[in-house]
C-alpha cells in the first residue's frame, strides 16, 4: 500500500483520518501527519497510531500527499513541498486553484477537492477536479482511484471535467449546510415562540431528518412530497402561500448566487 501524509493537522484533516483508519482504507503504518505546530500531529498520533514527522524535519517521498492547511498559509507550506517528491497532491484549500499550484510547485499532479463540513461524520459531499498533469500522467488511473478512495470513504464525490465547477460545489453542497441550519435556527425561534420550551431544538432537527430519510428511502421527488404533505385549505398550503407571496424560493436561489460569485472572486 502507498504512503499518505497528510499535511496539516486540522479538523477537516482528522475528519479524513479517522474515517481512512476506520474503514481500513489505510493502515496506520502507511499513513504520516505533520502540521508546523507538533501538539496538533503529536495528538492524531496518540489518537489513531500514524506516524508523525516532527516541524523542520519534514523530507522524504511520498505516494500521495493531502494538503490540509488554511488558505493563507499556502505559500508557507509550498516552500516545505518543493523539498518533497510524490506522485499525487490532493488539496482542500478553498478557493485555491490548480494553476497557484502549478506556477508554485511545477508540473505536479493535483487533484483538488471541495468537501464540505459533513466530512467530521463520514457524510460529505465532495466535487473533485484533477489538473491537466494528472490527467497526462502514465498512472492517471490509479492515482484518479486513490482520490475516489480517500473521499469516498468520507462520503459521495462527484468529479468534474472543468475546474470552475467547484465553485458551483462550494455555493450548494460546500455552503450549504450554512442554509439549512439558518433554516432550521428559523424554526426553532418560531418553535420557542409557540411554547414548544426545550423540545423545540429537537423537534425541528427530528423533523429534517425524518423528511431526508424518508425522500432518500422512497426516493420521491421533493417537490412531490410536498404536494403530498400540501392539502388543499390546510395548515401546510398556509404557509408555503406566504413563502410563496414573501419569494423565498427566489431568495434562496439569489443567495447561492451571491455564494457562487464570492467563491469565484476569491479564486481570483
Known amino acids: 500500500m502507498e ?16 474515517e481512512l483508519i476506520s474503514k481500513k482504507i489505510y493502515n496506520s ?13 503529536a495528538r492524531l498520533t496518540k489518537l489513531y497510531g500514524v506516524s508523525r514527522i516532527p516541524a523542520g524535519e519534514l523530507a522524504g517521498n511520498f505516494g500521495t500527499i493531502l494538503l490540509a492547511v488554511k488558505p493563507q ?29 502549478e506556477k508554485t510547485l511545477g508540473e505536479v499532479p493535483v487533484l483538488r477537492v471541495m468537501p464540505n463540513i459533513a466530512i467530521r461524520v463520514g457524510n460529505s459531499v465532495s466535487g473533485l477536479f484533477a489538473n491537466k498533469y494528472l490527467g497526462e500522467s502514465a498512472k492517471k488511473d490509479e492515482l484518479r482511484k486513490t482520490g475516489e478512495k480517500i473521499f469516498s470513504s468520507c462520503g ?10 467547484l465553485d458551483k460545489i462550494t455555493a450548494i453542497s460546500g455552503s450549504g449546510p450554512g442554509y439549512v441550519c439558518f433554516f432550521i435556527e428559523a424554526m426553532e425561534k418560531a418553535a420557542q415562540k409557540l411554547g414548544l420550551g426545550s423540545i423545540s431544538e429537537k423537534i425541528v432537527l ?36 406566504f413563502f410563496e407571496e414573501e419569494h423565498l424560493a427566489e431568495a434562496i436561489e439569489k443567495g447561492i448566487e451571491k455564494a457562487l460569485k ?4 476569491i479564486g481570483k
Open 73 to 101: 498559509n499556502f505559500d508557507e507550506a509550498a516552500e516545505l513541498l518543493k523539498k518533497l517528491k510524490f506522485e499525487l497532491l490532493i488539496t482542500i484549500l478553498a478557493g485555491t486553484r490548480c494553476e497557484t499550484f
Open 156 to 165: 459521495e464525490i462527484y468529479w468534474f471535467e472543468e475546474e470552475k465547477f
Open 206 to 241: 427530528e423533523t429534517f431528518a425524518g423528511t431526508i430519510e424518508f425522500l432518500k428511502k422512497t426516493k420521491i421527488p421533493a417537490r412531490k412530497m410536498r404536494e403530498m404533505i400540501t392539502s388543499p385549505g390546510g395548515t401546510t398550503e398556509q404557509a408555503v402561500k
Open 29 to 41: 503504518g502507511n499513513i504520516a501527519v505533520y502540521d508546523k505546530i507538533g501538539e496538533k500531529s
Open 3 to 18: 504512503n499518505l501524509l497528510i499535511f496539516g493537522c486540522g479538523n477537516m484533516a482528522e475528519a479524513i483520518l479517522a
Open 262 to 265: 464570492r467563491a469565484e472572486e
